[in-house]
């Protein structure tokens, strides 16, 4: 009997400690009412027959990949989409081989809730899912393809906001109860761009200095008092610290000073600086303000966060 299963997986944003995670520094992370959808059915004839669509419906990437594809990848230096797949299935196939050895084909599909270009999570919420259907550790997917803090996989699998941990390079994920009485001024805008987690992380690397664990010290503080912010004022000046000091780190501007230095308000770069979205506090509501720069996506937090 042809069954189908299907999947789904929350998205993600990292309010805290961007970057900073990668070293053992507590994060806030919030999952999104957006995520991704993975159906698979099988198939007689055998390999994959793998079909990707935009929240549009529109399909952003499609497919023939054969068994033999997965199980003895060529070292490509390509960065193609049908790469990425590859190398993402050739792991799972190495953490649980039974879906090919013990199958004809599958016809695989995947939904997004969210257009494809707001950074969300394209990538860790297909591994989550591929892990859910092969029942393997998504963690050690994650490790073994994209690389990553794993933040994303543990929004992925919560649907509560988190503290995420690396202790020890081990993930540690606690479910915490974060929930501002100031939410309706908390608003999401996209800044028309995505920006490449995977860039941004090597040059964080890059530019490094030998401070790890005092700056972590000073993060996990400016985290703790975002998570305990009883006001839009506090939260607003723990962001401000963080973007400052990130700044400092980062040996770059903040989202503020480049683009909106006459925001009444406070703004913070969220995951990978220089694209996706910021997270703003505004004591009014700033789609008018947003929009005539040219910024027509701006969700606010109840609209977006997974609570």
Not at 265 to 274: P, R, T
Request: proline share 3%; charged share 25%; net charge neutral.
């Amino acid at each position: 009997m042809n069954t189908k299963k299907t999947f789904y997986s929350n998205g993600k944003l990292l309010i805290t400690a961007e970057y900073l995670v990668l070293d053992g520094a507590k994060a806030l992370a919030l999952p999104t009412k957006f995520g991704q959808n993975l159906t698979i059915e099988e198939k007689d004839n055998p390999g994959i027959l793998w079909t990707s669509y935009d929240s549009d419906d529109s399909i952003w990437f499609e497919e023939n990949i054969t068994f033999s594809e997965i199980t003895n990848p060529t070292d490509s230096k390509e960065d193609t989409i049908k790469h990425t797949l590859i190398k993402i299935l050739h792991e799972a196939y190495l953490l649980n081989p039974d879906f090919i050895k013990q199958s004809k084909g599958y016809k695989i599909k995947t939904e997004l809730t969210f257009p494809k270009k707001w950074g969300l999570g394209t990538s860790s919420t297909l591994i989550n899912n591929i892990a859910q259907w092969l029942k393997i550790d998504a963690f050690e997917l994650l490790k073994k393809s994209f690389g990553g803090s794993g933040y994303d996989i543990a929004c992925a699998q919560n649907n509560a906001p988190i503290i995420y941990q690396l202790k020890n390079g081990k993930p540690k994920v606690e479910i915490i109860n974060f929930h501002p009485a100031f939410a309706d001024k908390i608003y999401f805008v996209y800044l028309n761009k995505k920006q490449s987690s995977k860039a941004a992380i090597a040059n964080y690397r890059k530019n490094k200095n030998n401070n790890t664990e005092k700056n972590i010290l000073k993060i996990d503080k400016i985290t703790h008092e975002i998570v305990y912010a009883k006001t839009a004022g506090a939260m607003a000046l723990a962001i401000a610290n963080h973007e400052a000091f990130m700044s400092t780190i980062l040996e770059t501007t903040t989202a503020k000073e480049d683009l909106f230095s006459d925001f009444i308000g406070e703004i913070k770069s969220l995951g990978a600086w220089g694209g996706d979205f910021i997270m703003v506090i505004s004591e009014v509501n700033p789609i008018t303000y947003f929009t005539s720069k040219g910024f027509n996506t701006i969700i606010a937090y109840k609209d977006m966060i997974l609570d």
